[in-house]
């Protein structure tokens, strides 16, 4: 018969020596491991001391990207709470009414724009529905808290700063691909 497995042992009835009925080579075995471990190199850091380096595509809390001229990318398609799994996201969409061009790349944005980081599980799928390369993640975490309505993060801690030298970068996260794709003019999505 062919064994199931190449870690098998055969079981005997050898008479235990008195050693082994003292269990000093288990002993012995075991102390060897632990000694082994102490020498080598520690895969824990002393946090909050010391912080570990995050991967550039780690995935972390959201980001709302605004354009090149400042505009909030959004425009409340709801294609990411639909790919969500985990039912995240929730938005109210608005008309961008004359004299907001300046605020909001598209004729609709997001008037209100949520997030729930306790049922979120940093899939990314928000990222990779949205049309409009509106969300992404990001290599920062989401801070502990006490209370539930802290987790709900809105366009306040979402959208990123208007300033151009505090901008979060996310060409990282970009594939060759879509990076070969975006220096297309020809394409209208590249266009504005
Ligand atoms: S990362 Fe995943 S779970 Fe979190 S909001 Fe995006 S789609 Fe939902
Ligand atoms: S983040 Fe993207 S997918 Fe989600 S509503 Fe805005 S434009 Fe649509």
């Not at 064994?3 to 098998?8: E, I």
């Not at 002993?27 to 010391?50: A, D, N, Q």
């Not at 997001?110 to 729930?116: N, R």
Request: a positive charge.
């Amino acid at each position: 018969m062919i064994p199931l497995t190449n870690r098998s042992k055969t079981v005997s009835n050898k008479k235990m020596t008195f050693a082994e009925r003292l269990y000093l080579p288990g002993i012995v075995s075991g102390m060897f491991i632990t000694l082994k471990h102490f020498f080598r190199k520690k895969t824990t850091i002393k946090y909050p001391e010391k912080k570990r380096e995050f991967a550039e595509i780690y995935r972390g809390r959201h980001v709302l990207k605004r354009d090149d001229e400042g505009r909030e990318r959004c425009t409340a398609c709801g294609l990411c709470a639909l790919a969500c799994p985990a039912e995240a996201i929730t938005m109210v969409a608005e008309e961008r009414k004359p004299g907001e061009e300046h605020l909001y790349r598209e004729e609709k944005y997001a008037k209100i724009y949520e997030i729930d980081m306790l049922r979120c599980i940093f899939c990314g799928l928000c990222e990779e529905a949205c049309p409009k390369e509106a969300i992404f993640l990001t290599k920062e975490t989401v801070i502990s808290g006490f209370h539930r309505d802290v987790f709900i993060y809105g366009k306040d801690r979402l959208v990123e700063s208007a300033d151009p030298d505090k901008r979060i970068d996310i060409t990282k996260r970009l594939t060759p691909e879509v990076i070969e794709f975006k220096k297309d003019k020809k394409q209208r999505h590249n266009r504005k």
